[in-house]
């Protein structure tokens, strides 16, 4: 996600100054949240308390089985369990994981926070977080495999963004394109990301490392939560904002 912050005409771009302008504590807290998680979490390797080699492998297996979503136990009734998929939304399985999610939602999250309202962001963010990762598991409920990870709630974010602020432009960066910078409407580059999880979902067998219908669930939720709540309102005036297209995953 690389951009100079400016539009076409060398002004400063709208968007960095909405940033600055509007502290977004909801969306910022959740980011300080997961990287302080992560950093103390063995999934970080900073902590010399989990041990190094065999002993911080196993670690954190166990680790991602407590606080992960583990489709297998989630419909056995356990109370603990029923709290995974919101547990699991401020865990990360590594620093790609942890970077590639708080970049998105860096990028996204606080426009989307300044429109909906501080406490009604919050609860969109854990509810539809907690909605994506349980249908992720209604899907493969024989899994034992863990998951991790604030996706399916960025993901919704994405899709109350694409509502929000359909005209807002987006830089990204596409590898079939030599990583090229394009600058696109965020109701350009969206659907097409949406298309490539679509499309990495249909091929979901056995349960994938990344959630792919994880990613569509949330967005399809977000995007639904702000067509309801915000239809027939006036749309935002179109902002400029700066995003990755790509392999990394929201």
């Known amino acids: 996600m690389i951009g100079d912050g400016r539009d076409t005409t060398g002004k400063l771009g709208k968007v960095t100054a909405f940033l600055r302008e509007h502290p977004a504590p909801v969306t910022y807290g959740i980011i300080a949240l997961c990287c302080g998680v992560f950093v103390l979490s063995p999934a970080s390797g900073f902590n010399p308390t989990y041990g190094t080699g065999a002993r ?79 249908a992720y598991a209604l899907a493969h409920a024989d899994s034992d495999q863990s998951l991790v990870g604030a996706s399916g709630a960025i993901s919704a974010v994405l899709g109350a963004f694409l509502y929000l602020f359909p005209g807002a432009r987006v830089t990204s960066l596409f590898p079939f394109l030599l990583f090229l910078p394009l600058r696109f409407p965020a109701w350009v580059v969206l659907p097409f990301w949406v298309a490539l999880q679509w499309a990495a979902a249909g091929q979901d067998t056995q349960g994938p490392a990344v959630a792919y219908l994880a990613h569509l669930v949330g967005f399809s939720l977000g995007f639904l939560y702000a067509w309801v709540r915000y239809r027939g309102r006036a749309k935002v005036e179109a902002t400029h904002a700066t995003a990755t297209e790509g392999d990394s995953q929201p």
Not at 81 to 96: E, K, R
Request: proline fraction near 3%; hydrophobic fraction near 55%; glycine fraction near 8%.
């Open 56 to 134: 911080l492998l196993t670690e954190q297996t166990a680790y991602f089985d407590r606080w992960g979503v583990v489709p297998a136990e989630l419909f056995t009734g356990s109370a603990r369990a029923a709290l995974t998929p919101l547990t699991a939304l401020f865990v990360h399985g590594s620093w790609l994981h942890l970077l590639g999610n708080m970049l998105f939602l860096y990028v996204f999250g606080a426009m989307a926070e300044e429109r909906m309202g501080r406490v009604q962001y919050a609860l969109f963010y854990l509810i539809t977080g907690y909605l994506a990762l349980f």
